[in-house]
């Protein structure tokens, strides 16, 4: 079974240019979350999808920041424009509802780098 | 404030020593409670977690962890480390459920002397 996968794993962009991370979650999947750890910080919870809705988004920074999950498969999280403090990794999970013993499965990350 | 915290930013532990990560959780009620580890270049694996019963917990590459209510503790513990184990540990909570967002502690990096 294939795991949470994450795209692209690194990009260099410049401050006020716009970037795309998107994450592929574990099929079957309904819940979906971005995560991002900035440089010297903890891991930081974003947002929290359940199938296509919302269900938490207490996370996010400010409105430079749109996550979208159509159809309730892949995510996206778009970041318009980056600024330099965006700089970090960025993380997906996924996991399964099932009956409060669900795990969250992480992706590989993607490296963003705002210059 | 509510927080998950690694006292230690990084440990050296000779090869074939124990190895103990200390985590200490600040919740009024107990959470559910994780510990992952990001090798270098890798994602975040779930070493183990906690949810409720046995306060000993077992996980995969012969770590374990021990839940202390008294101690608002999660402790990481593996008898003999490996120098495949050098990575950066971290321990993390979920409030309300394990499908609530997680919050992690500032991470544990453990380096391995040959």
């Known amino acids: 079974e294939a795991g949470v996968t994450q795209f692209p794993s690194h990009s260099v962009i410049e401050k006020g240019q716009t970037v795309t991370l998107r994450c592929d979650p574990i099929?079957?999947?309904?819940?979906l979350y971005w995560y991002r750890r900035v440089m010297g910080k903890e891991i930081k919870f974003l947002l929290h999808?359940?199938?296509?809705?919302?269900?938490?988004e207490s996370g996010m920074p400010n409105n430079r920041f749109l996550a979208e999950r159509t159809g309730g498969t892949y995510s996206t999280l778009k970041v318009q424009p980056a600024e330099l403090e965006d700089s970090g990794v960025y993380f997906c999970?996924?996991?399964?509802?099932?009956?409060?013993?669900?795990?969250?499965?992480f992706g590989p990350g993607t490296r963003l780098t705002v210059l | 404030a509510q927080s998950v915290t690694q006292p230690d930013i990084h440990i050296t532990v000779s090869e074939g020593a124990s190895l103990e990560l200390r985590c200490n959780y600040s919740?009024?009620?107990?959470?559910?409670l994780f510990w992952y580890v990001q090798s270098p270049g890798q994602g975040l694996q779930l070493l183990l977690k906690y949810f409720s019963g046995d306060t000993l917990v077992q996980g995969i590459k012969g770590f374990e962890a021990e839940f202390k209510r008294s101690q608002s503790s999660f402790n990481l513990r593996k008898p003999s480390v490996h120098w495949s184990d050098a990575a950066e540990y971290f321990c993390a909570v979920a409030l309300y459920s394990s499908a609530s967002k997680i919050i992690f502690g500032s991470g544990t990096r453990l380096s391995i002397r040959p």
């Open positions: 919740y009024g009620a107990t959470p559910y």
């Open positions: 999808f359940v199938k296509e809705s919302k269900q938490d």
């Open positions: 999970a996924s996991s399964f509802t099932r009956d409060n013993t669900d795990t969250q499965y």
């Open positions: 099929s079957g999947h309904d819940n």
